[in-house]
């Protein structure tokens, strides 16, 4: 099936949400395909043989994102935001369960690298400690911390962030600015202990 223009895809979207069951079936392939593009790009920097492969990724995310009955989308950037967090969660878990600290609970040294936007290059060491900063960035701060999670594990643009958050594409560009220099130096705090 060729991809939806990103109007068709809202309403699509809209109409799901309606309870319109034939919606959810013409959106399948084409949100299917498109998250398995985003979870490629976040397996694409995972060392070889990792055991979470791209399919099981896009798997447990499709199956939370159905599951999400009481979400009330607005638009496709909204679902794409959802999976964005929802991907985030299932590669922490795992990176977590995987054990990607070192023996005696030392945190391995990580760097936040604009360039990994969408990707986990860093690998499982930088999606937990990403996480963590993430979440004590979020305490004082939470639109920040939705503009880097939206925008590096999401690959949203900053007119689709915006669009979520709704706010301006401008103030987007302002938060990622100020939260990446906020990552950076919580993440040099971290490689400094």
Do not use: C
Not at 26 to 54: C, D, F, N, W
Not at 62 to 83: G, I, K, T
């Amino acid at each position: 099936m060729a991809s939806l223009p990103r109007e068709e895809v809202t309403q699509l979207l809209l109409a799901w949400r309606q309870g319109e069951p034939l919606a959810l079936e013409e959106l399948i392939p084409v949100v299917h395909k498109e998250l398995r593009r985003r979870a490629h790009r976040y397996m694409s920097g995972e060392r070889e043989g990792h055991t979470l492969q791209t399919t099981a990724l896009v798997n447990e995310a499709y199956l939370r994102l159905v599951d999400s009955s009481q979400v009330q989308w607005q638009n496709r950037a909204h679902f794409f935001a959802m999976a964005a967090q929802l991907m985030r969660r299932v590669l922490v878990d795992f990176a977590r369960t995987r054990n990607y600290q070192k023996r005696g609970g030392e945190v391995l040294r990580v760097e936040f690298d604009e360039a990994w936007m969408g990707s986990t290059q860093g690998g499982g060491d930088l999606v937990v400690a990403l996480d963590d900063a993430l979440q004590e960035l979020a305490k004082f701060d939470a639109r920040k911390s939705q503009v880097v999670e939206m925008r590096f594990f999401g690959g949203l643009s900053a007119t689709e962030t915006a669009e979520v958050l709704k706010v301006s594409e401008d103030t987007v560009l302002r938060d990622w600015k100020l939260a990446k220099t906020w990552l950076l130096r919580e993440l040099k705090k971290d490689n400094e202990r």
